[in-house]
T-cell receptor
């Protein structure tokens, strides 16, 4: 079982809709959860992090964490074509320098 | 602030050649990381340095060596390149073990023929 699992997509949503990206993780002891956005040919860019159960909102982005279900999600409201990218979920490992395990990413396409 | 910088951006090597990928950060971060990214495999950790003077193996260290030259710089060396090392390499840094937020450099696209 992989440490972090994501649906690879592609996920297509119309412009203005809500995009919902999901991630599950295997280690119950994980404490820190991150969402990165990666445009094609570019490096991952940190867009959200969440440490506590519940929701965390930042502009059009909302991260949701449910530790009991080992589930993290990212909602993007009022999706824009510029949101089209691959979204990587990352979870902290319990070893090393707070190392991260990354999922393989979900490719999102926002259709104008 | 430039953040995390990497050189070179692109490189083509022949099998058996060696090279060093350079990484530097100007955010006064303590921890630095080297990843490779392959299609369908996601980001995989090669080596990391929790703090200046320490380095440790990650998930896929075979065929690589690293040097934490000082707090700012962390280099990755391929002693004898193999086609299986064709990949995109990213360097990242974070404030330290108390902070998991990692910030990435622009990457190096390496092809080994």
């Amino acid at each position: 079982q992989k440490e972090v699992e994501q649906n690879s997509g592609p996920l297509s949503v119309p412009e203005g809709a809500i995009a919902s990206l999901n991630c599950t993780y295997s280690d119950r002891g994980s404490q820190s959860f991150f969402w990165y956005r990666q445009y094609s040919g570019k490096s991952p860019e940190l867009i959200m992090f969440i440490y506590s159960n519940g929701d965390k909102e930042d502009g059009r982005f909302t991260a949701q964490l449910n530790k009991a279900s080992q589930y993290v999600s990212l909602l993007i409201r009022d999706s824009q074509p510029s949101d089209s990218a691959t979204y990587l979920c990352a979870v902290n490992a319990l070893t090393g320098a707070n190392n991260l395990f990354f999922g393989t990413g979900t490719r999102l396409t926002v259709i104008p | 602030n430039a953040g995390v910088t990497q050189t070179p951006k692109f490189q083509v090597l022949k099998t058996g050649q060696s090279m060093t990928l350079q990484c530097a950060q100007d955010m006064n971060h303590n921890s630095m990381y080297w990843y490779r990214q392959d299609p369908g495999m996601g980001l995989r950790l090669i080596y990391y340095s929790a703090s200046e003077g320490t380095t440790d193996k990650g998930e896929v260290p075979n065929g690589y060596n690293v040097s934490r030259l000082n707090k700012r710089e962390f280099s990755l060396r391929l002693e004898s390149a193999a086609p299986s090392q064709t990949s995109v390499y990213f360097c990242a840094s974070s404030l330290g073990t108390a902070s998991g937020e990692q910030y990435f450099g622009p990457g190096t696209r390496l092809t080994v023929t």
